[in-house]
T-cell receptor
Framework: AQKITQTQPGMFVQEKEAVTLDCTYD???????LFWYKQPSSGEMIFLIY??????QNATEGRYSLNFQKARKSANLVISASQLGDSAMYFC????????????FGTGTRLKVLA | NAGVTQTPKFQVLKTGQSMTLQCAQD?????MYWYRQDPGMGLRLIYY???????DKGEVPNGYNVSRLNKREFSLRLESAAPSQTSVYFC???????????FGQGTRLTVV
């Protein structure tokens, strides 16, 4: 069975500092994709970054990078140079690339950036 | 650019009433999903449709039914609403297994 675990219900970070949001996963699928989404207080879901399980390099998108450690089954999101606008809920998600195609999410981490 | 459109945005139901949440996407995506979001529980997958003509149960399917009417539309039906189904419901779609999901704006459903 697939499972995503986000163990940090809430995090604080000072503006301009970097922060790491943890995500671990469990799956028996040999090939899968890992995603991070941001949900501001307005409620919409915003895609941030994608990592394929066979990608050799960690994904980066602007200030977002994904620290992918396949053997440890972790896919942590790193936000560099935090901004006040980064305050939001962050969700880790996973989907196998074959088989069930179930797209599941973790419980989320609420990040608050302090001025 | 409509993307994923959900209707209605808000709904209040009495226990035992039925309703259908509508979802349509105009991006020609193959896969569509229904989630519910509850405080502290993240997004939980109710049902999904990998492609037109197929539907499968997700993590929390009890009390719900779905219909993939065509490639564009994926509806979620509550046959007999219960207070435990009070939640925010999101519809999403994706083109392929390696691409991100696009979400609707959500439906806030309250069952009293």
């Amino acid at each position: 069975a697939q499972k995503i675990t986000q163990t940090q219900p809430g995090m604080f970070v000072q503006e301009k500092e970097a922060v790491t949001l943890d995500c671990t996963y469990d799956t028996s699928d040999p090939s899968y994709g890992l995603f991070w989404y941001k949900q501001p207080s307005s409620g919409e879901m915003i895609f941030l970054i994608y990592q394929g399980s066979y990608d050799q390099q960690n994904a980066t998108e602007g200030r977002y990078s994904l620290n992918f450690q396949k053997a440890r089954k972790s896919a942590n999101l790193v936000i560099s140079a935090s901004q006040l606008g980064d305050s939001a809920m962050y969700f880790c998600a996973m989907r196998p690339t074959s088989g069930t195609y179930k797209y599941i999410f973790g419980t989320g981490t609420r990040l608050k950036v302090l001025a | 650019n409509a993307g994923v459109t959900q209707t209605p945005k808000f709904q209040v139901l009495k226990t035992g009433q039925s309703m259908t949440l509508q979802c349509a996407q105009d991006m020609n995506h193959n896969s569509m999903y229904w989630y519910r979001q509850d405080p502290g529980m993240g997004l939980r997958l109710i049902y999904y449709s990998a492609s037109e003509g197929t539907t499968d149960k997700g993590e929390v399917p009890n009390g719900y039914n779905v219909s993939r009417l065509n490639k564009r539309e994926f509806s979620l039906r509550l046959e007999s609403a219960a207070p435990s189904q009070t939640s925010v419901y999101f519809c999403a779609s994706s083109a392929t297994v390696n691409t991100e999901a696009f979400f609707g704006q959500g439906t806030r459903l309250t069952v009293v």
